[in-house]
């Protein structure tokens, strides 16, 4: 009789984003590849976006047609399994995650409700916007949450822009009002991506709109500055760039309804608007509260050790947006790594060595964030931010078109842990050379 044929130690990564996407990839190239353990992604989407890319998508400068990879063909190349679906349950004592029926657009089932099998469960399921139950929100503004949210928005800026077009050709222009709750870098950033696309859109077409006229863009913030999480310098700079951009920037004013005329304030302004973005927090996913009777934290964050490993199981693991990772070297009590594309990156990589421990027995790796620094996109041209390092002694401004090709190359490095140094190449090349078939900014 043949022996028993060895089960394969089964890692299930729960979020193929910035953090989930790149460890699947480099444990499947590491222990999939020789069959030394069973890699699975799942993720609720078939397609990978990189999420600091959302307010482009919303701005119309990215086409995330373009831009987006699919997760089968990345599993295909990286020797790891994909299974779409959303979580529907943990029982941790069975050491099974179930995954809810998925459905096409037409409503027919595609694949009924399942049961997947783990020796290691790794979440890295995101964040989504928190609304601090402020009224109004759900049904009158737009958070950058998942892709659709960034075309949906997308989509309403092109149609207000052409309606102000036409409204101006009659000879009775209102243009288009903007109000962006939240001057975290998310509001920031959009705000500027709009105020350059809107002038490219106009060049295809609207006659009669004056962009830096007719579009008007305020940022609302109840904090007494802009960029509360970045230093003072950071946010000094932004603002005198803002104001460049003609951005109106309201600071100290925290809005307490938004409805079908404009977002409402405590001090008793009112700010008309036509669009309404809401960038003024994030928190974990609600069903991650109780989810297999884990300990979440506040921000339903699950708590993780430095070891990155759930407090409640040593079995469960979880990084990135969704996971509480204590930050001692922060100085600070009770100080937790901040939700940052940068910080997912260094815990993946982290991870990797952690698989790698934990398949031979070994101790575990304890996380240390290293805050690279932060920097903010104001455009196709401009940034700012700070670079933090030992070498520098600290923190350092930096704007301008080296802030910008910093900030572009955090993309590029996310690109070349999925795609490979030649696959970016060869990307970057291809972009490159479809520029003058394709619009400048994205028209539908
Ligand atoms: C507009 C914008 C700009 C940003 N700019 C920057 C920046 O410049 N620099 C920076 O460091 N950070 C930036 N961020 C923050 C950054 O995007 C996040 O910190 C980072 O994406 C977190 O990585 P993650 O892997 O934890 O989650 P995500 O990258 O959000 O990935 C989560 C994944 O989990 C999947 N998922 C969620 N729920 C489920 C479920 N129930 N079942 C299955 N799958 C699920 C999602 O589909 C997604 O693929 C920005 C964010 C936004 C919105």
Not at 66 to 93: E, M, P
Not at 400 to 417: D, F, N, P, T
Request: charged letters at 20%.
């Amino acid at each position: 009789m043949d022996a028993p044929k060895p089960t394969r130690h089964r890692i299930v990564i729960v979020g193929g984003g910035a953090g989930g996407l790149p460890l699947a990839a480099r444990l499947g190239d590491k222990l999939g590849r020789r069959g030394r353990a069973e890699i699975t992604l799942v993720d609720r989407y078939a397609t990978h976006l990189w999420k600091p890319l959302l307010h482009e998508v919303a701005a119309g400068r990215l086409d995330a047609d373009v831009h987006g990879v699919d997760y089968l063909a990345l599993a295909y190349w990286h020797h790891f399994r994909f299974r779409q679906g959303t979580v529907a349950g943990l029982d941790r004592a069975r050491h099974e995650l179930m995954l809810d029926a998925v459905y096409d657009d037409d409503g027919a089932l595609m694949l009924p409700r399942r049961t997947l099998r783990y020796d290691t469960l790794i979440f890295c399921v995101g964040s989504v916007s928190n609304d601090f139950n402020v009224p109004g929100i759900a049904a009158h503004a737009i958070s950058l949450d998942v892709l659709a949210d960034a075309e949906r928005f997308h989509r309403r800026l092109l149609a207000a822009c052409v309606r102000a077009d036409a409204e101006a050709a009659a000879g009775s222009p209102t243009g288009v009002n903007i109000v962006i709750i939240g001057a975290g870098a998310t509001g920031v950033e959009l705000a500027a991506e709009i105020r350059h696309t809107t002038g490219a859109h106009a060049s295809y077409g609207l006659d009669y709109l004056d962009p830096e006229k007719d579009i008007r863009q305020t940022i609302v913030e109840a904090a007494p500055r802009i960029l509360p999480q970045l230093s003072e310098h950071v946010a000094e700079a932004a603002t005198g760039l803002l104001k460049k951009l003609d951005i109106d920037v309201r600071t100290g004013e925290r809005v307490t309804l938004v409805d079908e005329h404009g977002v409402h304030t405590a001090s008793g302004a009112t700010y008309r608007a036509d669009l309404v973005v809401w960038a003024a927090g994030i928190k974990a996913p609600d069903w991650l509260v109780d989810l297999g009777g884990l300990e979440t934290g506040r921000g339903n964050q699950l708590v993780v050790t430095t070891t990155l490993q759930t407090t409640r199981d040593a079995d469960v693991f979880a990084f990135g947006d969704c996971a509480a990772c204590p930050w001692p070297e922060a100085g600070r009590a009770g100080a937790l790594v901040p939700p940052r594309a940068q910080a997912a990156r260094q815990q993946a990589l982290l991870l990797v060595k952690s698989m790698q421990a934990r398949l031979a027995g070994a101790p575990l790796p304890t996380f240390h964030f290293r805050d690279l620094g932060s920097l903010v996109s104001l455009g196709e041209l401009s940034a700012v931010g700070s670079l933090m390092g030992r070498l520098i002694g600290g923190s350092l401004l930096i704007q301008g078109l080296i802030a910008r090709w910093m900030y572009a190359s955090l993309y590029k490095l996310h690109q070349v842990a999925i795609l490979g140094y030649v696959g970016v190449a060869l990307d970057t090349v291809g972009r490159f050379l479809s520029r003058r078939t394709t619009p400048r900014v994205k028209l539908h």
